[in-house]
């Protein structure tokens, strides 16, 4: 296995692009910098700045090679409106990034303006609230969280950040306990196109704070912190099993039947490596201790066990991963309302190189939400199914090919998760949000009717 790829399960445990970003050359070309400048300073960070080019580096490197032609270090909520006023005004493509980690690099236009809220990170937890600065990074968060003694649902990967995440929902360990981060959201304050500084939440711009559950990040307008109903922190336990080559498919199976019957306390993902000679890993964490959690692991065929008890913090610590740069992949995604049998996974996998497919349970707390409750409609998966196709020695045109063929060979109907975001994803709006489309594209309309936020898979 490789080592970019290895950082990657690990770091996901659950775990696009040719497309352009934006048409407006042209205009970013003659657009009037220096007025940005004085209200920013030297937080605007244009080409040829110092740090310019370490600043702009996406997490997906296959994007590298793109220019912004600014980056905004933003630092309060005035500046990201003084960044969307000028954006809208000079007619330029504008996008929020908080951790960088979108699959396609949409945080990073080409010639447009990047709102980098990488400053505005603050976490502070009081009860069962949880305020986080929209470009908090998710270990951060958890650490403020678990220190004073709360748990909130997230995602795996130490710098994945909360902006990103939550807006598409947020699959995580905790999800079948807790629901997705999206669900814990109580209100987010946001800047939307026309300069507005608002508060959405259940009170407030109630249509906004159905949309920002689930309708994807760079919608509607740029978030500048949430406010998260956190749980009292429990305690967990971690365990992983390992099947030897040769079982991947009936271990796929068993996984599929175990999961569907699991208490919400229990979550698990289960990887298909494409070697044939690798090992099929089933990791987990349960909701309790390990002595609750052994009579449902004896469920599943014997294999090689590892169980560990683990707090809270430890426990999102050991799903963080390490730190570590981005690469170069191509990932997409299916959502499994039905049993999709091993041997097809397998079939469709053994034999591709450098790839790999994580399945990560749904239901429980996740599943009882009603689809159209939130903008977030995949209520009754059973499962996601995460492709992931490492392209550090092939072309993204070559990883893109075998990546589309396992998708859409996984026979899993029209269906995706916005968070891996594929640029070339078949008819990607009802992929991704089935029955909320039309429903979305109406509040996108009333926040954003200029299309100040365009890009191209925005809605
Ligand atoms: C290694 C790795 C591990 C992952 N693990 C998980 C996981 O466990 N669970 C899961 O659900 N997903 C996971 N993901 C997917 C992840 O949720 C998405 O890639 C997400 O979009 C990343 O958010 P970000 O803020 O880091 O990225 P960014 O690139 O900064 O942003 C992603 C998108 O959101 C927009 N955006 C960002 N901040 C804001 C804001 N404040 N307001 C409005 N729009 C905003 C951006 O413009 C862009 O379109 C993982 C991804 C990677 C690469």
Not at 59 to 65: D, E, F, L, Q, R
Not at 347 to 359: E, N, P, R, T, V
């Amino acid at each position: 296995m490789r080592v970019n790829r290895r950082t990657f399960l690990q770091g996901t445990a659950l775990g696009v692009a040719s497309l352009g970003m934006g048409t407006a050359t042209a205009a970013a070309a003659g657009t009037d910098w220096a007025r940005l400048r004085r209200r920013l300073g030297d937080r605007l960070v244009l080409p040829g700045d110092p740090g310019y080019d370490a600043l702009r580096v996406p997490w997906n490197t296959i994007y590298a090679h793109r220019r912004p032609a600014a980056i905004a270090r933003c630092v309060r909520p005035e500046d990201v409106q003084a960044c969307l006023e000028f954006a809208s005004h000079e007619r330029i493509p504008v996008a929020a990034r908080s951790g960088k980690h979108s699959y396609a690099a949409y945080s990073l236009p080409e010639n447009g303006l990047v709102v980098d809220l990488a400053a505005m990170s603050a976490v502070t937890v009081a009860g069962t609230r949880a305020r986080v600065g929209a470009g908090a990074q998710l270990l951060p968060v958890y650490e403020a969280v678990g220190a004073a003694g709360q748990a909130l649902p997230a995602g795996t990967c130490r710098s994945v950040g909360i902006g990103g995440l939550a807006l598409g929902g947020g699959i995580s360990v905790l999800g079948r306990k807790y629901g997705l981060t999206s669900d814990r959201l109580l209100s987010a304050r946001i800047v939307t196109p026309d300069g507005c500084l608002r508060t959405a939440s259940a009170h407030e711009e109630p249509d906004l704070y159905w949309a920002l559950r689930g309708g994807g990040g760079g919608n509607f307008g740029i978030v500048t912190e949430f406010t998260f109903r956190t749980a009292p922190a429990p305690g967990l336990t971690v365990f992983k099993l390992v099947y030897p080559a040769g079982a991947a498919a009936d271990a796929l199976d068993a996984w599929q039947e175990w999961m569907v019957q699991a208490p919400d306390e229990l979550w698990s993902n289960c990887t298909v490596d494409a070697d044939p000679a690798a090992a099929t890993n089933i990791g987990g964490a349960y909701v309790g201790p390990k002595k609750d959690l052994e009579p449902l692991l004896d469920r599943m065929p014997a294999a090689t066990r590892t169980v560990q008890e683990m707090s809270y913090l430890e426990t999102m610590r050991y799903y963080a991963g390490n730190p570590g740069p981005g690469f170069r992949f191509a990932a997409s995604s299916r959502m499994l309302r039905d049993h999709v049998p091993g041997e097809r996974v397998t079939g469709l996998m053994h034999g591709q190189s450098d790839g790999a497919i994580l399945f990560d349970s749904f239901g429980g707390a996740l599943g009882r939400v009603a689809p159209d409750a939130t903008a977030f409609p995949h209520r009754d998966a059973r499962a996601s199914a995460q492709i992931f196709m490492d392209a550090e020695n092939r072309t993204e045109a070559e990883a893109r090919q075998v990546l589309a063929t396992v998708r859409d060979g996984l026979g899993a109907g029209n269906t995706g998760y916005v968070n891996y975001i594929d640029p070339e994803m078949p008819d990607w709006p009802t992929a991704y949000y089935g029955r909320n489309l039309a429903r979305l594209r109406k509040v996108a309309r009333r926040y954003d009717p200029d299309r100040v936020l365009a890009f191209p898979q925005g809605l």
